[in-house]
């Protein structure tokens, strides 16, 4: 409303000038009321002055809303994407996805700060400069109306086909923001294969193909903007020939006429301005449809479930079907387990046979296709995950550190952890020599994605973020395969003396780890081909028997048993 009180404010103001200028050649000039003059160019002046305060607080105004508009808009994208299933992320380039969050919004947020504000300025100021010219010499308004009905239609012409391109070009954009960024990730992978050249070749025929378009959305772009040229020189002609004819016959007097010549330029502003940008126009509104689609993600869990409250450990999993969303494979196939609060159970099994992925269907990560997940008996379909999660300690295969300092990341897990916590923690993860070798101890940067530390201090690093959060439910996923023998040995032992009360499923594929658990499930494509306690297995004679005894004779032969 304030926006517009002002852009009113000052479209109104922008009619004065012309006004004065027709009575200056109608009544001064010829009269030579020399007095008048002074008083005409202050009022110039004045109306001028009004023109620009109240369009500068329009613009102000707009662009405060504007920003306001923008930040709203990616922070609702950047929390739907939190809130989004899993699988959207295993089939999205992460490049793509930044793309929408950064420069999807910063096309919009131009659009927003430069050409919107200007443009309803233009707006008003040429509806009021059309009424004003109905007012005085209605034949020149219809002319000007009939340029304008011209103008539109190859206009709406040639946008709607720049706004086709302009799709097409972001959609381009966004898959070579996310190849680079896919490129200078995997710069190891990169370097180590030499494909530099590979990569280059890559880039540049995606860039190639971009700019084609491009060069083609500016060039009917810039033909547009001529076009709006065009009728804007063509205009005060047809206005001058029958204004003029009006003139010579005593309708209208001079002073009218050079009114309405003056008035031309702001009622073709509008049109000017929109040929101008319709470039950042047409690329703003698949930018807006692109940041759109995320505000419909769909969403992991319903919103307001009820939490489960303080874990006790018992988790069950009954007659667990599932195949990743988009694949036919059933990964699982009728799995079922009944951990009871405290007890360990070891999930061991040839690779690819589904262990990781029931441990992701245990936290939520993925919904079951068929079956069942019970925290402390309650259904996790209908009870907030997150709440789950947040007493769950993880250690797996792959830890995630962030480009920060040591402590912020060994934090992340507990923020509130007092530095005595932090110190044991370290200490118990077999973290602190690691940690006395560093000059700047927790303060060190990591480095980007943990590139600065070596697979088993980031394993250790996720132990202690474990630790840290004291969790009833413990899950180690390979969580030692990064250690050397001595290593692992010694953050077994960590990870031993960290399970006494907590419920544990350890992933493993060196048997020894979880010899001791209460119960060890052999996966095997799928399916829970054995289980009972290592006795028990190793009696069967069956598949756990033969991968034993293979790793056993490979450890006596290494003389470490
Ligand atoms: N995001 C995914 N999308 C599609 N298929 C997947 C995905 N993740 C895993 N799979 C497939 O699911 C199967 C089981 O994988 P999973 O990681 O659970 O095996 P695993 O037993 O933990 O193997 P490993 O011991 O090698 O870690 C594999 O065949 C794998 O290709």
Redesign the pocket.
């Known amino acids: 409303m304030l926006v517009l009180c002002f852009a009113i404010a000052g479209g109104a103001f922008a009619t004065v000038p012309p006004i004065l200028l027709g009575k200056l050649v109608d009544l001064v000039l010829p009269l030579q009321m020399t007095e008048m003059i002074g008083w005409l160019v202050a009022a110039v002046f004045f109306a001028f002055l009004g023109k620009v305060i109240f369009e500068s607080l329009q613009e102000f105004v707009q662009v405060k809303i504007g920003l306001d508009i923008i930040t709203d808009m990616q922070l609702t994208a950047f929390r739907k994407l939190h809130r989004a299933p899993m699988s959207m992320f295993?089939t999205t380039p992460r490049g793509d996805i930044l793309f929408r969050l950064t420069h999807d919004v910063e096309a919009i947020q131009n659009l927003n700060s430069t050409v919107i504000p200007r443009f309803l300025q233009q707006f008003l100021g040429a509806i009021a400069a059309f009424v004003a010219v109905i007012a005085i010499y209605w034949p020149a308004a219809v002319v000007m109306l009939a340029v304008f009905v011209i103008y539109l239609g190859p206009s709406y012409l040639l946008g709607r086909k720049v706004r086709k391109l302009s799709e097409v070009q972001r959609n381009m954009l966004a898959d070579l923001y996310a190849h680079m960024q896919e490129s200078i990730e995997s710069i190891r992978l990169v370097r180590t294969f030499v494909t530099e050249e590979r990569e280059a070749e890559t880039q540049s025929v995606k860039l190639n193909a971009w700019k084609k378009f491009a060069i083609y959305a500016a060039l009917i772009s810039k033909v547009n903007w001529r076009l709006g040229n065009l009728m804007q020189v063509a205009s005060p002609g047809v206005v001058m020939l029958i204004g003029g004819m009006a003139v010579w016959q005593d309708e209208i007097s001079i002073g009218t006429l050079v009114a309405c010549i003056g008035f031309i330029p702001a009622m073709f502003l509008p049109i000017r301005s929109l040929a101008e940008n319709a470039l950042m126009i047409q690329q703003a509104i698949p930018a807006l449809q692109r940041i759109f689609e995320y505000f419909h993600l769909p969403e992991e869990q319903a919103e307001g479930l009820p939490a489960v409250g303080t874990v006790k450990g018992e988790l069950q999993m009954e007659n667990i079907w599932f195949a990743?969303p988009g694949?036919e494979?059933q990964?699982l196939r009728g799995v079922s387990l009944h951990v009871q609060a405290g007890q360990h159970i070891g999930i061991v099994?040839a690779?690819?046979?589904?262990?990781?992925?029931?441990i992701q269907l245990l936290l939520g990560l993925y919904t079951p296709e068929q079956g069942t997940v019970l925290v402390d008996g309650k259904d996790m379909n209908t009870h907030d995950r997150n709440s789950f999660r947040l007493q769950v300690g993880v250690v797996s295969?792959e830890t995630f550190l962030l480009n920060s300092t040591l402590r912020h990341n060994l934090l992340y897990a507990r923020p509130d952890a007092s530095p005595e916590e932090l110190d044991a923690a370290v200490k118990a993860s077999g973290l602190g020599e690691f940690l006395d070798s560093l000059e700047e101890g927790y303060e060190t940067i990591v480095g980007e994605r943990g590139l600065k530390l070596s697979g088993g201090q980031r394993q250790r690093v996720a132990l202690a973020r474990a630790i840290l959060r004291r969790p009833p439910v413990l899950i180690f996923d390979?969580a030692t395969s990064s250690l050397d023998g001595e290593t692992e040995e010694r953050v077994q032992e960590a990870l031993e003396q960290l399970m006494p009360g907590r419920t544990t499923i350890t992933?493993a594929?060196r048997l020894v780890t979880v010899r001791d658990a209460d119960e060890i499930l052999v996966?095997d494509h799928g399916v829970v081909a054995e289980r009972g306690t290592h006795e028990e297995l190793l009696k069967l004679q069956g598949q756990y028997h033969r991968l034993y005894t293979a790793q056993y004779s490979e450890l006596e032969k290494e003389g470490a048993v």
């Open positions: 295993a990743y694949t494979a990964v099994g690779s690819g046979g589904g262990k990781s992925t029931l295969q390979e992933i594929h996966l």
